[in-house]
């Protein structure tokens, strides 16, 4: 079964620090997005992305953070200055189309992002 | 503002039935679909409703009521795997599903 491909599984950073969290979509799936867990809480979007741009964004993915898809199969999301409250599950995640519908968003297994 | 109101917790036996219910008020609506989340794993894709009335899957059914705002996950012969957090979500029109905080399922024996 087709799955989406999250790399690190867990990223420890520094305050401050750059970092960079990569995803591989389903490779038939054209709408891709970025979701965040704090531990306990629920699942919040951050953005959604088609067509190599930004289709809609949360009022948390701020300046801090940016989105891309440098080739044909990776999908990026960095967070340029991480602070404490960054830490958080990164869930990416893809669908063939935008509502998801009858077959859902697939996720990835998430990246665990603690800053220090 | 838009929001999914679902229940935090619900306890339930073995091979018992459980209903989730969550109602929803958001900007736009496009059908509400149901996610499972297990600790530590990914959500996963369990039904999704566009119009009113039952969809059934398996020992999973889940139900919509748009006039309502409103719907439900059934779970039926509850077993101890399907204790994990049930999330409700919702497509608000534009690019993005919106979450419900989740309602964590405890099945015991």
């Known amino acids: 079964e087709p799955e989406v491909t999250q790399t690190p599984s867990h990223q420890v950073t520094q305050m401050g620090q750059e970092v960079i969290l990569r995803c591989v979509p389903i490779?038939?799936?054209?709408?891709f997005y970025w979701y965040r867990q704090i531990l306990g809480q629920k699942v919040e979007f951050l953005v959604s992305f088609y067509n190599n741009e930004i289709s809609e964004k949360s009022e948390i993915f701020d300046d801090q953070f940016s989105v891309e898809r440098p080739d044909g199969s990776n999908f990026t999301l960095k967070i340029r200055s991480t602070k404490l409250e960054d830490s958080a599950m990164y869930f990416c995640?893809?669908?063939?189309?935008?509502?998801?519908?009858?077959?859902?968003?697939?996720f990835g297994s998430g990246t665990r992002l603690t800053v220090v | 503002g838009q929001s999914l109101e679902q229940p935090s917790e619900v306890t339930a036996v073995e091979g018992a039935i459980v209903q989730i219910n969550c109602t929803y008020q958001t900007s736009g609506f496009y059908g509400l679909s149901w996610y499972q989340q297990h600790d530590g794993g990914a959500p996963t894709f369990l039904s999704y409703n566009a119009l009113d009335g039952l969809e059934e899957t398996g020992r999973f059914s889940s139900f919509l009521s748009r006039s309502d705002s409103y719907g439900y996950l059934l779970l039926q012969e509850l077993q101890m795997k399907d204790s994990a957090s049930y999330f409700c979500?919702?497509?608000?029109?534009?690019?993005?599903?919106?979450f419900g905080a989740g309602t964590r399922l405890f099945v015991k024996a």
């Open positions: 979500a919702v497509r608000d029109g534009g690019f993005k599903t919106i």
């Open positions: 490779s038939n799936h054209l709408y």
């Open positions: 995640a893809s669908s063939e189309t935008p509502t998801g519908n009858s077959v859902g968003y697939t």
